[in-house]
Each structure stands twice: as C-alpha cells, then as structure tokens.
C-alpha cells in the first residue's frame, strides 16, 4: 500500500506517543482530514475509540460522543513498530473505519 508524506508523518508520531493515538495538527482540517484519515481507516491501520481523559478528539458522534484515533496492530505489522508501542489485544474497543 502506498501512503503520502502526511500519512506516514500522523502514523510515526502516533506509533511514538505512549497511548498510541493520533493527534491531527491544525493544519489538517475539513476534506483533507477525511481523505488522508479515510484512506488510514480503510486499511485498518488506525481506528476510532472513545476518547476518554486526554485522549485528542478526532469527531463527535451524536450517538457515541467523541471519538479518538488509534494506530492498530495492523498498521504495527504492516508498517514495523516503533520502540516500545503495542496496542493490547484485548483493548481494541475500535470501530469499523467510517468516517463522517
């Protein structure tokens, strides 16, 4: 699969943060969110999960309330891990990748 500078930028930062989440600068905003965060979801490489504490929110949804990204075990092996990251399997709590 072939991802874009931006993608593989929001991957990296994400695979290095300790709760594995992808925090979107406020340069990527409106349709170009969606097309570089969809293609992501589609591949399964990041998925949505409650944003819960300090978790950065990526959407709100009216009937699950906000929403955060997480990089996903797919992404660790399709990609390779960076030091230290592992999402547990039993904490997937992730959801399908649609968006907005």
Do not use: F, N, Y
Not at 35 to 47: N, R
Not at 50 to 56: E, I, K, S, V, W
Not at 78 to 92: K, L, Q
């Amino acid at each position: 699969m072939k991802l874009t500078d931006t993608q593989l930028v929001l991957l990296s930062a994400a695979a290095q943060r300790e709760d594995a989440t992808v925090e979107i600068g406020p340069k990527l905003k409106g349709s170009a969110a969606q097309k570089v965060l969809g293609k992501l979801l589609s591949e399964h490489l990041i998925e949505e999960i409650p944003a819960q504490g300090t978790l950065p929110v990526w959407r709100c949804d009216g009937s699950e309330g906000a929403l955060a990204l997480r990089v996903t075990e797919h992404r660790l092996a399709a990609i390779g891990p960076s030091e230290g990251v592992s999402v547990a399997a039993g904490d997937r709590g992730g959801r399908s990748g649609r968006i907005p």
